[in-house]
């Protein structure tokens, strides 16, 4: 047999150096580190920072339930339990980006969601899940003076359980490593966090300790973004790392000596969050690194390279539909805009979606109920259109899944069109205009269906959205400053009012942050007069929608939170049209809701204590939301198709 003495020497010399490298010990190789111009490479050292700090975290949460347990049983100082929890708060400060990110499920049912049951979703009973968490904690340890047994026993029990979930989240993410693209994303979310829920106190709402949280969370971007020093080096930018130095550090000169009450909310959005959201994104991109949206074939709610909170892009408003981003998008919308002024929709072809949606009104209609088609009226009045894609429940009581999932129930009540997808069908083929606009808008359709009815009314509504009132251009530095009582407005209705733990910026609506994919609603206890005495709604909103899988006593009295945004021109408000101004709505809040006016509401979500507004308070909060006015209006078309068989339809008025 012939050998080939090539591959004999190759074989030898792989040997040899084999045989060499296996000396090396690990003791020489990790020596490595210590030569000048070596190191490791970053991500490894972000995953082993991360695991200290999850450690330390572990170890806080330990010191925290000692300090809980000899409060409750040796009665030792609450001053211990208040200094020990401020230390809990900043080592859980330091890791919450990665836990939330990874595990958000996690987070929200035991780590830190908001201190309210919820029901367990997509399960074939009604599971109610309880809350558990630091919020639930930080409402204890500021709503209680621990005076009877079963509060202490209560206390200690949600300590020790937040001890034990925490460990269990350790052991969880010890074993799991992150790579450049989810440092950086978890890192943008956490600034979005930061600004929409941590400075307004959502989650701190009892302590209201989220300034001094804002401290921390800065201090935790700033120290893992150094890390990427040498990287930046590598393709000189290091620019963009003394950038980031620089915002971080004028937002804790803003935060120092600040206090919840006093702290500048709207500069701190506009000089350091704005900014530093989007450095980071800079820096990403600078290395090269990938994005979600290179790995994902799925939208995401959040626009990933949008650079500012308050930027038109900043979510993604065809995340929350079916319809995709094509070629005739913009033919849908068109057809969409006639579709929604042409009163052929209804049986009776006198009613319209604008005869509910004045887009003059922000797209409401300015009455206490709204009319229905038998002269009398419904049971509410009509919510705005504006910005109201961005959701994933619609209608008051949340009832609909999808924004193109409405137009069904208007159709089919017999209240309002009192219709069939059939019968506007059978009138809208025979209108040659028509037809031409449906194959324009859906070319792959060898006829009208029904759901193209849907698809393009929604891509009509998709579009009443444009982030130019004059709050939104200060955040976009489209204007330099606001009046002086708007800014005060911004600055209470973010902090002192708590309007914004449930109005959630930048949408100011109740679709939650930081991934913005839920809509909440809220139970407020509201009258269905204004004459004192006052008597409860009978209205049961999201308890009654007709989902059995939400009948949940809690839910009774529930109704969406919508937007404030245009807020101005939406007359009558809450879904019943109770009040006629914002005077009558800010005093509603100011008294604590229903429950703080005497009411008696089991599971009301707004807090029942007073907010304590001066009538000036008030003023400035009334001037911010007005300045949440958008410029730009939306005009109806100039005419309908005109070009039907039945002269009668040729008559319908637009």
Not at 194 to 218: C, H, N, R, Y
Not at 457 to 470: G, W
Request: with cysteine.
């Amino acid at each position: 047999m012939k050998i080939n003495t090539h591959i004999v020497l190759v074989g030898l010399l792989l040997g040899f150096v084999f045989s060499l490298f296996s000396q090396w010990s690990d003791s020489n190789f990790n020596d490595l580190n210590n030569y000048k111009g070596y190191r490791p490479n970053v991500i490894g050292e972000i995953n082993a920072e991360f695991k200290e700090d999850l450690d330390f975290l572990v170890e806080e949460s330990t010191n925290f339930r000692e300090s809980v347990d000899g409060f409750i049983n040796q009665n030792q100082s609450k001053q211990n339990v208040d200094k020990s929890y401020r230390a809990l708060r900043d080592a859980f400060k330091s890791v919450e980006y990665i836990i939330e990110y990874s595990d958000k499920e996690a987070y929200d049912k035991i780590v830190n969601g908001a201190p309210l049951p919820k029901l367990e979703q997509k399960v074939s009973d009604l599971t109610v899940l309880e809350p558990h968490g630091l919020q639930v904690i930080d409402e204890m340890i500021a709503g209680s003076d621990f005076s009877n047994k079963d509060e202490k026993e209560a206390f200690l029990k949600e300590v020790e359980l937040f001890e034990k979930n925490i460990k269990k989240i350790n052991t969880y993410l010890k074993i799991r490593k992150f790579n450049d693209r989810q440092f950086f994303e978890a890192s943008r979310q956490s600034i979005i966090r930061l600004a929409s829920l941590g400075i307004t106190g959502f989650d701190t709402p009892g302590t209201l300790q989220g300034i001094e949280d804002a401290d921390k969370v800065l201090q935790t971007i700033k120290k893992y973004t150094s890390l990427y020093k040498p990287e930046l080096n590598n393709v000189n930018q290091i620019e963009l790392l003394k950038k980031n130095s620089n915002i971080i550090s004028k937002g804790l000169k803003i935060i120092k000596g600040s206090d919840f009450e006093n702290f500048n909310r709207l500069v701190f959005i506009k000089e350091v969050i704005n900014p530093l959201y989007k450095n980071i994104k800079d820096i990403h991109l600078a290395l090269n690194y990938e994005t979600i949206d290179e790995v994902s074939r799925y939208p995401q709610a959040v626009n990933y390279t949008s650079e500012n909170l308050f930027e038109k892009d900043f979510l993604n408003n065809f995340y929350y539909v079916s319809l995709s981003k094509d070629d005739t998008y913009d033919e849908k919308s068109e057809l969409g805009r006639l579709l929604f002024y042409d009163p052929i929709l209804s049986q009776k072809n006198t009613m319209s979606c604008a005869t509910c949606h004045d887009s003059k009104k922000a797209f409401t209609d300015g009455k206490t109920l709204s009319s229905s088609s038998n002269g009398g009226h419904l049971e509410r009045n009509a919510m705005t259109l504006n910005y109201s894609v961005y959701a994933t429940k619609y209608f008051h009581d949340l009832r609909a899944q999808r924004l193109e999932d409405q137009f069904e129930h208007v159709v089919l009540s017999e209240k309002e069109f009192n219709s069939s997808y059939k019968e506007i069908l059978e009138k809208i083929k025979n209108s040659p205009t028509y037809v031409d606009l449906f194959r324009k808008a859906f070319p792959n359709s060898n006829q009208i269906r029904f759901n193209d009815i849907d698809y393009a009314l929604a891509a009509y509504v998709m579009q009443l959205n444009t982030f130019d009132s004059p709050v939104d251009q200060y955040f976009q530095n489209k204007i330099d400053q606001l009046p002086k009582a708007v800014e005060r407005g911004f600055n209470l209705f973010t902090g002192k009012a708590a309007c914004a733990t449930c109005h959630f910026a930048p949408l100011f609506s109740g679709n939650l942050p930081p991934l913005y994919i839920d809509s909440e609603a809220e139970v407020l206890g509201v009258p269905n007069h204004k004459q004192e005495p006052w008597a409860f709604d009978e209205d049961k909103g999201r308890y009654s929608n007709g989902l059995t899988q939400e009948v949940a006593s809690f839910y009774e009295g529930a109704f969406k939170t919508s937007t404030v945004r245009n807020i101005a021109l939406t007359a009558p408000y809450m879904h019943n049209g109770v009040f006629d101004t914002l005077e009558e709505v800010m005093d509603f809040y100011n008294k604590g809701g229903g429950s703080g006016n005497g009411l008696d509401l089991e599971h009301q979500t707004l807090s029942s204590d007073p907010l304590n507004l001066t009538e000036q308070e008030i003023s400035d909060i009334i001037k911010f939301m007005e300045a949440l006015s958008d410029t730009k209006s939306f005009d109806q078309p100039n005419d309908l198709p005109r070009d039907f068989p039945d002269e009668n339809l040729n008559k319908r008025a637009l």
